[in-house]
T-cell receptor, first 113, second 111 residues
Framework: NAGVTQTPKFQVLKTGQSMTLQCAQD?????MSWYRQDPGMGLRLIHY???????DQGEVPNGYNVSRSTTEDFPLRLLSAAPSQTSVYFC????????????FGQGTRLTVV | GEDVEQSLFLSVREGDSSVINCTYT??????LYWYKQEPGAGLQLLTY?????DMKQDQRLTVLLNKKDKHLSLRIADTQTGDSAIYFC???????????FGKGTSLLVTP
């Protein structure tokens, strides 16, 4: 039982490049979220999804796109990477949103140069 | 996490008690959480408290909730070096679908 799997674990991008951060879960939970973690800033919500086909913006959505075509997967796309997007990205899943335990992936450390 | 406040650092000696404090703003949050992050890892749920409770005890952990002051604390008894980590306080977001996190408190336990 893998839980929440994020790939890749590390990535270096050049400014302007695009990439997709993958998040996959085998917990059959409806709610999935992407957070970024920056030093001294805690975790900030980028986008979230309450089920397949439904996504919404969080606190810091600019520069990121998401889609949710299946329950299992919730990819995060950077269309044109900027140095300000250097961060550690975490995917989280929960059964019914904020009132249930959130399970986190191990994170993707992204550096944009 | 702009509305959830925590102190950033705490250092204690092994065997002492640690107390990590948090203030939150959303009085309607039904649950309040403490998550633990070890180096290089994701966050793991440590404990939580339901909003109609004042205290919850779970082995070495004690959570106190003061709803009037919107103050939450986590006490770790007999702190061990393995407790060294970052501890995040979190409330349910306004949407109800995600969490608002504090900036995290780095706990350092020295022998």
């Amino acid at each position: 039982n893998a839980g929440v799997t994020q790939t890749p674990k590390f990535q270096v991008l050049k400014t302007g490049q695009s990439m997709t951060l993958q998040c996959a879960q085998d917990m059959n939970h409806e709610y999935m979220s992407w957070y970024r973690q920056d030093p001294g800033m805690g975790l900030r919500l980028i986008h979230y999804s309450v089920g397949a086909g439904i996504t919404d913006q969080g606190e810091v959505p600019n520069g990121y796109n998401v889609s949710r075509s299946t329950t299992e997967d919730f990819p995060l796309r950077l269309l044109s990477a900027a140095p300000s997007q250097t961060s550690v990205y975490f995917c989280a899943v929960s059964r019914t949103g904020g009132n249930t335990e959130a399970f986190f992936g191990q994170g993707t450390r992204l550096t944009v140069v | 996490g702009e509305d959830v406040e925590q102190s950033l650092f705490l250092s204690v000696r092994e065997g002492d008690s640690s107390v990590i404090n948090c203030t939150y703003t959303d009085s309607s949050s039904t649950y309040l959480y403490w998550y633990k992050q070890e180096p290089g890892a994701g966050l793991q749920l440590l404990t939580y408290i339901f909003s109609n409770m004042d205290m919850k005890q779970d082995q070495r952990l004690t959570v106190l909730l003061n709803k009037k002051d919107k103050h939450l604390s986590l006490r770790i008894a007999d702190t061990q070096t393995g407790d060294s980590a970052i501890y995040f306080c979190a409330e349910v977001s306004n949407s109800g679908y995600a969490l608002n996190f504090g900036k995290g408190t780095s706990l350092l336990v020295t022998p």
